[in-house]
Antibody, heavy 120, light 110 residues
Framework: EVQLVESGGGLVKPGGSLRLSCAGS????????MNWVRQAPGKGLEWVAS????????DYADSVKGRFTISRDNGKNSLYLQMNSLRAEDTAVYYC?????????????WGQGTLVTVSS | QSVLTQPPSVSGAPGQRVTISCTGS?????????VFWYQQLPGTAPKLLIY???NRPSGVPDRFSGSKSGTSASLAITGLQAEDEADYYC??????????FGTGTKVTVL
């Protein structure tokens, strides 16, 4: 069974930095695009960033462009999100999600999420 | 902010049929991009419910069905059960915004 396990969340002050990790297992990690999707408390889902299997294509939501960096290490089956210049509005549960491989752009498996709280 | 619009809530008695609409535009659903649906049970991560507009992943009951027409899509739940009480989100791709989600719909089983 596909497993995605996020870590690295916590409390950080505005303007601070945090690095999230996602460990994938039970599937050929390097063959799949990966994403970060977030959900603010009591709110809906918001796509954050996407990276292809070989890291050749990376994309960001406008709300995080220039502040967040997505990366991956296929040798370690791991996905990362470096978050800088954090703002209160970045407070959310951050999910790691695997890109589906059928027709279309979607997320077929999700991790359990890690909570990031930006507050002074 | 979400670019796909869903009703905030729908409700129905056990056994009834409910539908959730997802309205987009010519830059996403209307541009031909597929629609996907996710179920989020309270306190858990989202789970893929429908892919490619109408297809169910293995393990998803056939009570759930999806459709798409023009700039909109719909999710139908027939034979509503207590365990279906959850938040439901549609998702597509947008020419300018990449991945976009719906505003979300809370389904309540009366």
């Amino acid at each position: 069974e596909v497993q995605l396990v996020e870590s690295g969340g916590g409390l950080v002050k505005p303007g601070g930095s945090l690095r999230l990790s996602c460990a994938g297992s039970e599937f050929p990690f390097s063959s799949y695009g990966m994403n970060w999707v977030r959900q603010a408390p009591g709110k809906g889902l918001e796509w954050v960033a996407s990276i292809t299997g070989g890291s050749s294509f990376i994309d960001y939501a406008d709300s995080v462009k220039g502040r967040f960096t997505i990366s991956r290490d296929n040798g370690k089956n791991s996905l990362y999100l470096q978050m800088n210049s954090l703002r209160a509005e970045d407070t959310a549960v951050y999910y790691c999600a695997r890109m589906g491989q059928s027709s279309g752009y979607y997320f077929d498996h999700w991790g359990q999420g890690t909570l990031v709280t930006v507050s002074s | 902010q979400s670019v796909l619009t869903q009703p905030p809530s729908v409700s129905g008695a056990p056994g009834q049929r409910v539908t959730i609409s997802c309205t987009g535009s010519s830059s996403n659903i209307g541009a031909g991009y597929d629609v996907f649906w996710y179920q989020q049970l309270p306190g858990t991560a989202p789970k893929l419910l429908i892919y490619g507009n109408t297809n169910r992943p293995s393990g998803v009951p056939d009570r759930f069905s999806g459709s798409k027409s023009g700039t909109s899509a719909s999710l139908a739940i027939t034979g509503l059960q207590a365990e279906d009480e959850a938040d439901y989100y549609c998702q597509s791709y947008d020419r300018s915004l990449s991945y976009v989600f719906g505003t979300g719909t809370k389904v309540t089983v009366l």
